[in-house]
């Protein structure tokens, strides 16, 4: 009688064992899933945080050639031979190629006007219907940095004149 | 498990968080940005519009383009405090029926809950894209003196955009949530929150079953575009003294120096001066102007300091209001950009006595709180743990002080460093420091000082029986390992022969926390002298290393040198062996210098000769064919 009650408390006992070492191989399995998914994700992350860097870092570098523009908008048509000047619009230039290869692109602003590329910063009334929404200037130019919109451009668009 | 979303629905910026690996994150929208205006339209095409998207056609679009929706949610037509708000709106709004307000968007008519609710259809859009999971559960946050009926409407918003809205929660008790207060004691926290536009106070009663609202007060047009603001007017009238030019008519100008005024207020933030420059920022009959000015953070204080004042007195009236000292405040929590201005952290500091809770992003923080409150309902709701608990129910313990081995020149080589998740383990080749060392002695360390001697010691042992060997070519692997008790054994086993040893340290983790803390203090304190010893040690090695292979280059090759460079070594030599018995670094390194350019007169010699050599061979080959 003894040696059957034993029996069956080892028995009640390998059988929590069993039960226990499941629970916890799952759990370890599982952990180690996880700590793999984790790697995996913070991998991705890590590509994440290097494109957002370089984006902000795009981003401040591009107020520079905005001044470069306006300085080239500013130079006074009999100026535009000097060779200094030229010197200088090359530099402008080099900027552009750089930024271009870093995969930054401009935004086209000859069409219509969409919030999506654009910023309205003001209007140009005109009379002709077929005009408006379309862009009357470009003020500053936008930039896209691998397809997406790192700053819109900057435009006046048309508004209908109600007479 | 479901994952959730607590969403900061503001009057102008919407923000909105999740819970991500068990930690409570705020989230980008499509457009990248945490920020999303709480702005809609309807475009000249008829395409409905929402955030920064708006915003951008704003301007050819003022009819349609429906803003600040947030004042009139959950109110009456009626109510002065919105005819007040109505009078500066650009869109058109009526009475309903039953009293409240109506909005025209294009040919429609919409209640603000309609118009709330396309903002956080958005936000779900966007969230679910990123989280790439369809999402449900959300806490909403609103101001703490929002009524009943603008708190519904509020959740009606939320449910109409398809979300099932848990709970609806003060901004303010949000900033509380995220900081963890309440849960152990009661505390009273204030909350000073600082916004874009708005400044609000709330006291909270915060204890572990609730949170109580004791008083709110706040300024509805105090914020951080009035700091911008007086930057732009800064600007403008230096500009006009100068150059007798008002740029305040010409839009892109004005957009270049509203861009400008908030940078510069962002970068003396942390800098005490900044750089305004604007070339060509207009032109007249005489060419192009520019613009360059320095703006200096005392500056900034002087024109800014009457709206910190005014904020500081709002804090101390809505104090006074319950009759509470400010001394009686336990914790003061910043929310809102503004309070990432120095000026203002140091004058509520100030204010009252004591540091106040910044560690928590102040853009975020509600959104953060929002999201943990969410996350702890839905974890109720699922009967499970909420995500960010599990570690504490695990227990993992962390390492409280490094491991490691000493090495030659009596170094405590870092094996794991402290704060180290345990169970771990780690491993290091290690070789011999003298020609046919047959043995190594393995010493254990625990602590964070840079020379052995300084450490604890946790024990030795001696690994024998590596075959004899010059210096550096035998590898012995040491490796590390605790077990989740934090029993740590250190094994060392030779490559060559397999052979090892080990030891077997049992609580070593296992230190009083006076014990600890005294070691990290000790570190601290000689932490400079340290480095000077570990420098010195260093460069002793490296001398010893450079004057060993020096004496083999000139054993192995000296018949090949001529005999001044083999004795300008061998002088170097031994100016180096007298320095490096000294402790002065610099006479180390300057003759490990002098020597190691010695050296390399053999190799230019060596090369010379073999060159001289090679030139009449080429030429007889040549003469041959």
């Given at each position: 009688?003894?040696?059957?009650?034993?029996?069956?408390?080892?028995?009640?006992?390998?059988?929590?064992?069993?039960?226990?070492?499941?629970?916890?191989?799952?759990?370890?399995?599982?952990?180690?899933?996880?700590?793999?998914?984790?790697?995996?994700?913070?991998?991705?992350?890590?590509?994440?945080?290097?494109?957002?860097?370089?984006?902000?870092?795009?981003?401040?570098?591009?107020?520079?050639?905005?001044?470069?523009?306006?300085?080239?908008?500013?130079?006074?048509?009999?100026?535009?031979?000097?060779?200094?000047?030229?010197?200088?619009?090359?530099?402008?230039?080099?900027?552009?190629?750089?930024?271009?290869?870093?995969?930054?692109?401009?935004?086209?602003?000859?069409?219509?006007?969409?919030?999506?590329?654009?910023?309205?910063?003001?209007?140009?009334?005109?009379?002709?219907?077929?005009?408006?929404?379309?862009?009357?200037?470009?003020?500053?130019?936008?930039?896209?940095?691998?397809?997406?919109?790192?700053?819109?451009?900057?435009?006046?668009?048309?508004?209908?004149?109600?007479? | 498990?479901?994952?959730?979303?607590?969403?900061d629905l503001g009057t102008a910026i919407t923000k909105y968080a999740s819970i991500i690996n068990g930690e409570p994150k705020a989230l980008e929208n499509r457009e990248g940005s945490i920020l999303t205006p709480s702005i809609i339209a309807l475009t000249k095409n008829g395409e409905r519009?929402?955030?920064?998207?708006?915003?951008?056609?704003?301007?050819?679009?003022?009819?349609?383009?429906?803003?600040?929706?947030?004042?009139?949610?959950?109110?009456?037509?009626?109510?002065?405090?919105v005819q007040k708000e109505l009078k500066l709106l650009s869109y058109e709004t009526r009475e309903r029926k039953d009293g409240g307000i109506e909005i025209k968007m294009g040919d429609k008519w919409y209640t603000p809950i309609e118009i709330s609710a396309m903002i956080l259809q958005k936000?779900?859009?966007?969230?679910?894209?990123?989280?790439?999971?369809?999402?449900?559960?959300?806490?909403?946050?609103?101001?703490?003196?929002?009524?009943?009926?603008?708190?519904?409407?509020?959740?009606?918003?939320?449910?109409?955009?398809?979300?099932?809205?848990?709970?609806?929660?003060?901004?303010?008790?949000?900033?509380?949530?995220?900081?963890?207060?309440?849960?152990?004691?009661?505390?009273?926290?204030?909350?000073?929150?600082?916004?874009?536009?708005?400044?609000?106070?709330?006291?909270?009663?915060?204890?572990?079953?609730?949170?109580?609202?004791?008083?709110?007060?706040?300024?509805?047009?105090?914020?951080?575009?009035?700091?911008?603001?007086?930057?732009?007017?800064?600007?403008?009238?230096?500009?006009?003294?100068?150059?007798?030019?008002?740029?305040?008519?010409?839009?892109?100008?004005?957009?270049?120096?509203?861009?400008?005024?908030?940078?510069?207020?962002?970068?003396?933030?942390?800098?005490?001066?900044?750089?305004?420059?604007?070339?060509?920022?207009?032109?007249?009959?005489?060419?192009?102007?520019?613009?360059?000015?320095?703006?200096?953070?005392?500056?900034?204080?002087?024109?800014?300091?009457?709206?910190?004042?005014?904020?500081?007195?709002?804090?101390?009236?809505?104090?006074?209001?319950?009759?509470?000292?400010?001394?009686?405040?336990?914790?003061?929590?910043?929310?809102?950009?503004?309070?990432?201005?120095?000026?203002?952290?140091?004058?509520?500091?100030?204010?009252?006595?004591?540091?106040?809770?910044?560690?928590?992003?102040?853009?975020?923080?509600?959104?953060?709180?929002?999201?943990?409150?969410?996350?702890?309902?839905?974890?109720?709701?699922?009967?499970?743990?909420?995500?960010?608990?599990?570690?504490?129910?695990?227990?993992?313990?962390?390492?409280?002080?490094?491991?490691?081995?000493?090495?030659?020149?009596?170094?405590?080589?870092?094996?794991?460093?402290?704060?180290?998740?345990?169970?771990?383990?780690?491993?290091?080749?290690?070789?011999?420091?003298?020609?046919?060392?047959?043995?190594?002695?393995?010493?254990?360390?625990?602590?964070?000082?840079?020379?052995?001697?300084?450490?604890?010691?946790?024990?030795?042992?001696?690994?024998?029986?590596?075959?004899?060997?010059?210096?550096?070519?035998?590898?012995?692997?040491?490796?590390?390992?605790?077990?989740?008790?934090?029993?740590?054994?250190?094994?060392?086993?030779?490559?060559?022969?397999?052979?090892?040893?080990?030891?077997?340290?049992?609580?070593?983790?296992?230190?009083?926390?006076?014990?600890?803390?005294?070691?990290?203090?000790?570190?601290?304190?000689?932490?400079?002298?340290?480095?000077?010893?570990?420098?010195?040690?260093?460069?002793?090695?490296?001398?010893?290393?450079?004057?060993?292979?020096?004496?083999?280059?000139?054993?192995?090759?000296?018949?090949?040198?001529?005999?001044?460079?083999?004795?300008?070594?061998?002088?170097?030599?031994?100016?180096?062996?007298?320095?490096?018995?000294?402790?002065?670094?610099?006479?180390?390194?300057?003759?490990?210098?002098?020597?190691?350019?010695?050296?390399?007169?053999?190799?230019?010699?060596?090369?010379?000769?073999?060159?001289?050599?090679?030139?009449?061979?080429?030429?007889?080959?040549?003469?041959?064919?």
């Amino acid at each position: 009688m003894t040696e059957e009650k034993k029996d069956e408390e080892i028995e009640k006992k390998l059988e929590e064992c069993e039960k226990k070492k499941q629970e916890f191989f799952l759990g370890w399995q599982r952990e180690k899933a996880d700590f793999i998914n984790y790697k995996k994700k913070e991998g991705e992350r890590i590509i994440e945080l290097a494109e957002a860097i370089k984006k902000d870092m795009l981003l401040k570098i591009l107020p520079t050639l905005d001044s470069f523009n306006l300085a080239e908008k500013n130079i006074p048509t009999k100026e535009k031979d000097d060779k200094n000047l030229k010197g200088l619009l090359l530099i402008k230039k080099q900027l552009e190629e750089f930024l271009k290869n870093q995969g930054v692109e401009e935004i086209p602003c000859d069409k219509k006007f969409d919030p999506r590329l654009h910023e309205a910063i003001g209007e140009i009334v005109d009379k002709d219907k077929e005009k408006e929404g379309m862009i009357a200037e470009e003020l500053e130019k936008g930039y896209r940095f691998n397809g997406i919109v790192i700053r819109p451009a900057k435009v006046k668009v048309y508004k209908l004149k109600n007479d | 498990m479901a994952k959730v979303l607590g969403i900061d629905l503001g009057t102008a910026i919407t923000k909105y968080a999740s819970i991500i690996n068990g930690e409570p994150k705020a989230l980008e929208n499509r457009e990248g940005s945490i920020l999303t205006p709480s702005i809609i339209a309807l475009t000249k095409n008829g395409e409905r519009v929402v955030g920064v998207l708006a915003q951008r056609q704003a301007i050819t679009n003022p009819k349609n383009t429906i803003y600040s929706v947030k004042r009139f949610i959950g109110r009456r037509f009626s109510d002065p405090e919105v005819q007040k708000e109505l009078k500066l709106l650009s869109y058109e709004t009526r009475e309903r029926k039953d009293g409240g307000i109506e909005i025209k968007m294009g040919d429609k008519w919409y209640t603000p809950i309609e118009i709330s609710a396309m903002i956080l259809q958005k936000i779900k859009a966007d969230a679910e894209e990123k989280l790439g999971e369809k999402l449900s559960n959300v806490v909403i946050t609103c101001p703490a003196n929002f009524d009943d009926s603008q708190r519904k409407a509020t959740k009606a918003a939320g449910e109409i955009a398809g979300f099932n809205v848990l709970r609806v929660i003060n901004e303010p008790t949000a900033a509380a949530l995220a900081y963890g207060f309440g849960r152990k004691d009661a505390k009273k926290v204030l909350v000073y929150d600082f916004g874009g536009g708005t400044f609000d106070v709330t006291i909270l009663d915060v204890s572990p079953d609730t949170v109580e609202v004791l008083a709110t007060g706040g300024e509805a047009h105090l914020g951080g575009n009035d700091f911008d603001q007086r930057i732009i007017d800064w600007i403008l009238d230096q500009f006009k003294k100068e150059q007798g030019i008002d740029l305040s008519k010409d839009p892109l100008a004005l957009q270049r120096l509203k861009e400008a005024a908030e940078k510069a207020k962002t970068e003396l933030s942390s800098a005490l001066e900044t750089n305004i420059n604007l070339p060509f920022i207009t032109s007249d009959a005489e060419g192009p102007k520019h613009l360059d000015y320095k703006l200096t953070r005392a500056q900034l204080e002087e024109m800014t300091k009457d709206l910190v004042d005014k904020s500081i007195e709002r804090v101390e009236k809505t104090i006074k209001e319950i009759k509470m000292k400010k001394e009686e405040i336990d914790e003061i929590i910043l929310v809102g950009g503004t309070t990432l201005i120095p000026m203002v952290r140091n004058r509520v500091k100030e204010f009252f006595g004591k540091e106040p809770n910044k560690s928590i992003n102040p853009e975020e923080v509600v959104a953060i709180g929002a999201a943990i409150e969410a996350e702890i309902l839905t974890a109720k709701e699922e009967g499970r743990t909420p995500e960010g608990e599990i570690k504490s129910v695990l227990l993992l313990d962390v390492l409280p002080l490094s491991l490691g081995i000493e090495t030659y020149g009596g170094v405590n080589t870092i094996m794991i460093p402290k704060n180290t998740t345990i169970p771990t383990s780690q491993s290091q080749v290690f070789s011999t420091a003298a020609d046919n060392q047959t043995s190594v002695e393995i010493n254990v360390l625990q602590g964070e000082r840079p020379m052995a001697q300084d450490n604890r010691s946790l024990g030795k042992f001696i690994l024998d029986g590596i075959p004899p060997a010059p210096r550096g070519v035998p590898q012995v692997e040491v490796k590390f390992d605790i077990d989740a008790n934090g029993i740590l054994t250190v094994i060392a086993s030779d490559k060559a022969t397999g052979k090892s040893q080990s030891i077997k340290v049992e609580g070593s983790i296992g230190l009083s926390k006076e014990e600890i803390e005294r070691m990290k203090k000790e570190a601290e304190v000689h932490a400079a002298e340290d480095e000077k010893k570990r420098q010195l040690i260093e460069n002793r090695n490296m001398a010893e290393s450079l004057i060993y292979s020096s004496e083999k280059t000139l054993k192995d090759m000296g018949d090949k040198i001529s005999p001044d460079l083999k004795k300008e070594i061998e002088d170097k030599i031994s100016d180096l062996k007298k320095a490096k018995e000294g402790d002065n670094l610099e006479e180390i390194k300057n003759k490990t210098e002098a020597l190691s350019q010695s050296l390399q007169k053999i190799g230019s010699q060596m090369y010379g000769q073999k060159k001289d050599g090679d030139t009449p061979e080429a030429e007889t080959e040549e003469s041959k064919e």
